[in-house]
């Protein structure tokens, strides 16, 4: 193990612990190739004795966000997006920090079935192998522990027989749900996703789903959802739940709604991830103010769950077509 790894191994130790507190103020971590430590933004706190800051990259964030990410409420590509973090240096120095603090969240959450699982294995490492065997950090692209087990329960305890999801990745939800519909003895999951085979996944969500023995409850439809969600409307398809993880802008992510809408039965259910990310704030703001869906749960501050309440009845000569959001 490389010295930067052992160290993070470390710091993911103290934080799980609690040994390590994030008060308020400006905080970094600070990366090199031989020392890491975490520095207040000042310069004058190092919080773990004899560590010297470092001088290689660094995550700059502040404590409220360190707080949420290690708890999971905030992935790294969200409080990027949301301005809450920065990068000093290289970006690819500070991915191991990201990878660290989804596991040190996943750690807290992992919970059975998942412990002695594929799924365990992939949110607890933190990275997958690539096609030449180097490892690919997973960190902002998996879904955390405590959502997987929430999609599981939803399907296992709702007895939920047909789900469709939009944003395979590495497979982290579509394993989730896969192990519900498996132990219930039925079941059928459909992926939406058209760059599984690209260079950043290479293949390993359907890896992973193979590997967990969960291949029979699985489908992917390998195109973009503008494709595929339209001929699985046409081929007359109804899911129980449909979960949205795929494009996060407006315009897809209000698409993947309308289509999932013409999809679900009156009762159906709707998760949306990444709600922090303001476009899909504002798609979960509208669909709530415009359509006959009601919000059911969330899983922290990260997924929101909904209920179709009823068809669209939205008249097509209504003068006020929609309510502000
Ligand atoms: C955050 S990842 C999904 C993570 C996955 N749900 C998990 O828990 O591991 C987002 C996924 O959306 C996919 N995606 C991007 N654009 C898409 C599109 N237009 N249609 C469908 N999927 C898309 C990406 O290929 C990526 O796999």
């Known amino acids: ?26 905080w970094a971590f600070r990366l090199d190739t031989s020392e890491w430590t975490l520095v207040h933004d000042d310069g004058a706190t190092a919080l773990l004795p004899g560590r010297a800051p470092g001088t290689g990259g660094a995550l ?63 949110l607890a490492q933190g990275r997958v192998p690539d096609r030449e065997g180097n490892p690919v950090p ?13 999609l599981y329960r939803l399907v296992r305890e709702g007895g939920l027989g047909r789900t469709l999801e939009v944003g395979l990745g590495f497979g982290a939800s579509a394993l989730a749900i ?6 219930a003895g039925h079941g059928n999951h459909v992926a939406v996703d058209p760059w599984q085979q690209g260079e950043l996944f290479g293949g390993a969500g359907v890896h992973h789903l193979r ?3 969960l291949e029979r409850f699985f489908e992917l439809r390998h195109a973009p959802d503008h494709v595929a969600l339209p001929g699985l409307v046409n081929e007359g398809n109804r899911f129980d739940l449909v ?47 415009n359509r006959a869906y ?21 008249a097509a000569h209504d003068v006020t077509f929609h309510v502000r959001w």
């Not at 997973?138 to 929430?150: F, I, K, M, N, Q």
């Not at 896969?178 to 132990?183: I, K, M, T």
């Not at 992510?253 to 999932?260: E, F, G, Q, R, T």
């Open 1 to 26: 193990m490389s010295q930067p790894e052992g160290a993070l191994t470390e710091l993911a130790r103290l934080l799980a612990s609690g040994a390590v507190t994030t008060p308020p103020g400006r």
């Open 60 to 122: 700059i964030t502040d404590g409220d966000t360190l707080h949420r990410m290690v708890h999971g409420e905030l992935d790294a590509m969200t409080a990027s997006a949301l301005g809450l973090l920065g990068f000093d240096g290289p970006d690819r120095e500070s991915i191991p920090v990201v990878t660290l603090l989804m596991q040190v969240h996943n750690a807290r959450h992992l919970a059975p079935p998942f412990v002695d699982h594929v799924l365990g294995r992939l």
């Open 138 to 150: 997973t960190g902002g692209w998996c879904l955390p522990a405590d959502v997987c087990l929430g």
């Open 178 to 183: 896969c192990q519900a519909h498996a132990d």
């Open 211 to 213: 590997e967990a023995g």
């Open 243 to 289: 979960l949205i993880d795929g494009l996060h802008m407006l315009d897809y992510a209000l698409l993947d709604i309308l289509y999932a809408d013409l999809l679900l039965p009156v009762g159906g259910l709707l998760v949306l991830d990444d709600i922090s990310l303001p476009a899909v704030a504002d798609a979960l703001g509208y669909t709530l103010a």
């Open 294 to 314: 009601c919000e059911e749960r969330r899983f922290g501050a990260r997924a929101a769950v909904l209920k179709k309440l009823r068809e669209d009845d939205r």
